[in-house]
Nanobody
Framework: QVQLEESGGGLVQAGGSLRLSCAASGRTLGRPTMKWFRQAPGAQRELVATISAGGSTTNADSVKGRFTISRDNAKNTVYLQMMSLKPEDTAVYYC?????????WGQGTQVTVSS
């Protein structure tokens, strides 16, 4: 079993920055792909960013140029650096980790951007 612990959410003014972290613990992961999703009130959960086991990244169009996903394999941790935040970025952010055997979700961390 794998546990994911997220941190770094909070309240920030528009234009500000936050850095989310998601640390995986438990069994050894086999070269997992790591993702960040978000879900705003009344909306569907959407994919924000992905980082492969090899370090390749993709971002949603809505966050390109503002958000950066990265990972530290030694720490089994994935990060989401968010800059130039907008009120429409307000959501619960979830990390998602998947390897060849299974997939896991984090518990979510609230990000609120005030105008």
């Amino acid at each position: 079993q794998v546990q994911l612990e997220e941190s770094g959410g909070g309240l920030v003014q528009a234009g500000g920055s936050l850095r989310l972290s998601c640390a995986a613990s438990g069994r050894t992961l086999g070269r997992p792909t790591m993702k960040w999703f978000r879900q705003a009130p009344g909306a569907q959960r959407e994919l924000v960013a992905t980082i492969s086991a090899g370090g390749s990244t993709t971002n949603a169009d809505s966050v390109k140029g503002r958000f950066t996903i990265s990972r530290d394999n030694a720490k089994n941790t994935v990060y989401l650096q968010m800059m130039s935040l907008k009120p429409e970025d307000t959501a619960v952010y979830y990390c998602y980790v998947v390897d060849a055997l299974a997939a896991w979700w984090g518990q979510g961390t609230q990000v609120t951007v005030s105008s």
